[in-house]
Structures are given as C-alpha cells and as structure tokens.
C-alpha cells in the first residue's frame, strides 16, 4: 500500500522557535519521491522541496531543512527560528517511479500556527 | 506572468446542477490534475490529464467528468451524481518531459452545494 501519514495535526508554536513536522510513508516501491509543499491561508499549495529515494543527504534551504531517512521511512521537515508567517497547512507527498501520470498521494497535512 | 488560474474562487449550486470549474495554465506544460481537498484531509486525485485529448481517472472520479480539448485548459464537471460536492478543489499542472516533475497548483475554487 502507498501511504503518507502525518500525525501530527496541529501545532502551535511562538515565534522564534523551532519546530519539526513529521512524515512517515509506506511504500514497496524502490524508486520513489518525496515532497513537501506549503497551503497558506490564501490556498494554493506551494511547493517546497522533492527529494529521490536515492539520495538521504539532508538538506538546508535557509530556514527549512529536511531529515531523510529511508531505514524509519520517515521525512520530517524542520523550521528553525519560525515566523508569522510560517502559519500554514504542510502537506508531505508521495510518488512511485511505477505510478502512471506523475500521481501524488498526500498525507492529511500538518496546521502550523505561529505566535508572535 | 506565468502560472494556473482557476475562476471562480467561490461557486455556489443548488443541488442537482451541474457546476463546471476552470483552469487555464500557460506555463506550457504537458500535464494537468485535479485534486479535491475536505477538512482535515489531504488532497485526493479526481482526475489527471499527461497530454490533450487524453485524460485518466484518479481516485475519487466518480460524479465527476473532464475534458482536454486544448493544452491549456482542463475544466472539471461536477455533476449531479457526486454525492457530495461541497469542496475545496485545486487544480495542478507539471512538465512530463522530466520525471517526477514537481506539481504547481493554483488558487483553488470553494464549491458549496445546498
């Protein structure tokens, strides 16, 4: 079965903290991708990062990073020092190189609040 | 400037009509999706399109209909069979040329049937 589970349903953080959304997928498939993407109030889903299954090296794009970890199957995303506007709806995504059509399957997503 | 615009951002039906959402995308890509997003879930596949004049069902297809008649646009039907239409309902586009491209999505159409 091809799932994406996102536990956490809301947090709420204050500004200036860090905070760490979970992801755990399950798939058979060997070859696969993983993304993350932003849903601000507005609606419009932003993408913010895809990564291979190839390819566990975290990543650190300014204030975002990413922990892949292939043997928890597990792709958590972390925000350092959060901001206002950080508060948004984070969906985790999954794809198989064996899926038709570039298909993504979804976790429910994650509501993030952030206090000032 | 480039990207996906779905119109209207708001659409209301009495129930047992049809409703048909749009969404025109002139970054030039080959693929186009529609997903359908409810409280507290994720988004779920209606109904994919990788080129014109072809078009695959997703997940949830059922009460809905589309058409790929121009690269540009991939309108959805909701029709009077879905039996639960109220939604919030995105659609997406990517290049096929690159796999596993990454998705852009536009504004979303909020659909209330009563």
């Known amino acids: 079965a091809q799932k994406v589970t996102q536990a956490q349903t809301e947090i709420s953080v204050v500004e200036k903290e860090d905070v760490t959304l979970d992801c755990v997928y399950e798939t058979r498939d060997t070859t696969y991708y993983l993304f993350w993407y932003k849903q601000p109030p507005s609606g419009e889903l932003v993408f913010l990062i895809r990564?291979?299954?190839?390819?566990?090296q975290n990543e650190i794009s300014g204030r975002y990073s990413w922990n892949f970890q292939k043997s928890t199957s597990s792709f958590n995303f972390t925000i350092t020092a959060s901001q206002v506007v950080d508060s948004a709806v984070y969906f985790c995504a999954l794809s198989s190189e064996k899926w038709d059509g570039n298909k993504l399957v979804f976790g429910a997503g994650t509501i993030l609040r952030v206090k000032s | 400037d480039g990207g996906i615009t779905q119109s209207p951002k708001y659409l209301f039906r009495k129930e047992g009509q049809n409703v048909t959402l749009s969404c025109e995308q002139n970054l030039n890509h080959d693929a186009m999706y529609w997903y359908r997003q409810d409280p507290g879930q994720g988004l779920r596949l209606i109904y994919y399109?990788?080129?014109?004049?072809?078009?695959q069902k997703g997940d949830i297809a059922e009460g809905y209909s589309v058409s790929r008649e121009k690269k540009e646009s991939f309108p959805l039907t909701v029709t009077s069979a879905q039996k639960n239409p109220t939604a919030f309902y995105l659609c997406a586009s990517s290049m096929t040329s690159g796999r596993f491209s990454e998705q852009y999505f536009g504004p979303g159409t909020r659909l209330t049937v009563t």
């Open positions: 399109s990788q080129i014109v004049n072809d078009f």
């Open positions: 990564r291979n299954s190839f390819d566990e």
